[in-house]
């Protein structure tokens, strides 16, 4: 399958190595991806291909915009520390001291950098809490910590976009999605959004590729991480993320909807400091805490609301979504997929992409 967009002279074994994982996707029975890459002011890369609807009538065109599932939280956590940066929120004070009815008495940054000890809820919740903000919230301040806030972390896979988002609803008045749309993503021309409009659906693409395989993936792990991934279930059935319900709800830890360019076009903003003053973005980008992590099962660094690894920082998404900026190579990279797979796709692509530049392989 074709591979349509640009790329820099020199990099045309990328339009062919994402040509490759297009032609897979597509004899899967499944829907398409897109890949930006920005390297020294320019976009070197802007690619996208395949079919944007389960059924594979509806092309993926340039405008295509699909939920890159945990690449939301960067975005999520940048609304929140837009604010911090004007003094509206300190981010070494309590949470409760912003929410005072949350009984876990963890720090905003121990919320951002998923310390918090509040990663998972027990009191068992249906998938309508998704839709009921208000409702979720409740649930999560009546939890008690999983473990001592700052001693530990596991990824609030779920319950991410609400810790932060709640904040941001308490001391400014307005939705994490509508900071989000007006204070980071508007004025840096990023097309990312939680919660969408009707011409924004229009436009979305469906996530395929839930098959047994799948599951199996998402079902292996410790029983923490299971807890994590399904109360409130529904985050990996098709029908309720490719649902008009879902898709106009606010879920920032993972339902944002967004393009390649638009992933890659927030570390770009971030990089140049037009995002941040340079004190929050310094506190942003610092891994703050480095250790196993409950949810992963690995080791990791993270800051606040990225991950760090040798090669630089960024967060990856269910499905083999990316968003990175790589500190070797001095590129911002944005993957998103329709297809829910792994991160091969990704790593191979970039692989070929490092080769290029005459960077070691990942």
Same mark, same amino acid.
């Given at each position: 399958?074709?591979?349509?967009?640009?790329?820099?002279?020199?990099?045309?074994?990328?339009?062919?190595?994402?040509?490759?994982?297009?032609?897979?996707?597509?004899?899967?029975?499944?829907?398409?991806s897109a890949l930006a890459v920005w390297r020294d002011g320019e976009w070197m890369v802007d690619l996208w291909g395949g079919?944007?609807? +389960?059924?594979?009538?509806?092309?993926?065109?340039?405008?295509?915009?699909?939920m890159p599932y945990s690449v939301t939280k960067p975005f999520a956590a940048s609304a929140l520390l837009v604010l911090a940066d004007r003094g509206l929120v300190d981010l070494d004070a309590r949470m409760s001291s912003y929410w005072p009815e949350l009984v876990a008495p963890a720090t905003v940054r121990q919320a951002l950098d998923h310390t918090s000890g509040l990663s998972a809820i027990e009191e068992p919740a249906d998938v309508e809490a998704f839709y009921d903000w208000d409702r979720l919230c409740r649930l999560i301040a009546r939890q008690q910590p999983l473990w001592e806030p700052g001693t530990a972390s596991g990824e609030a896979a779920l319950l991410y976009g609400h810790l932060v988002g709640e904040v941001v609803r308490r001391v400014d008045g307005r939705s994490l999605g509508t900071v989000l749309r007006e204070d980071v993503c508007g004025p840096h021309g990023l097309d990312f959004h939680v919660g969408l409009t009707d011409e924004q659906i229009a436009r979305t693409a469906?996530?395929?590729g839930y098959d047994d395989e799948f599951h199996r993936?998402?079902?292996?792990?410790?029983?923490?991480?299971?807890? +994590?991934?399904s109360n409130p279930p529904g985050v990996d059935d098709p029908d309720v993320v490719n649902g008009e319900r879902w898709r106009r709800a606010e879920v920032p830890a993972v339902n944002g909807h967004g393009t390649a360019r638009a992933v890659a076009g927030l570390y770009v903003a971030l990089e140049e400091g037009r995002l941040l003053s340079e004190a929050m973005r310094d506190q942003m980008l610092t891994a703050g805490f480095e250790g196993v992590d409950l949810f992963?099962?690995?080791?990791?660094r993270w800051g606040l609301g990225i991950?760090?690894?040798d090669d630089g920082y960024g967060m990856g998404g269910l499905g083999g979504n990316l968003g990175w900026w790589s500190t070797q190579g001095r590129y911002a990279l944005g993957f998103v997929t329709g297809r829910v797979a792994d991160h091969d796709r990704c790593e191979r692509v970039e692989n070929v992409l490092r080769g290029c530049l005459g960077l070691a392989p990942l």
């Open positions: 399958m074709d591979a349509r967009g640009d790329v820099a002279p020199g990099l045309e074994p990328v339009r062919e190595a994402f040509a490759t994982e297009l032609a897979a996707d597509a004899a899967a029975g499944c829907t398409g079919w944007a609807d +389960a059924t594979q009538t509806r092309e993926w065109e340039r405008d295509t915009i699909v469906d996530l395929t993936r998402r079902e292996s792990g410790s029983a923490f991480r299971r807890l +994590a991934i992963t099962g690995g080791r990791e991950g760090w690894e």
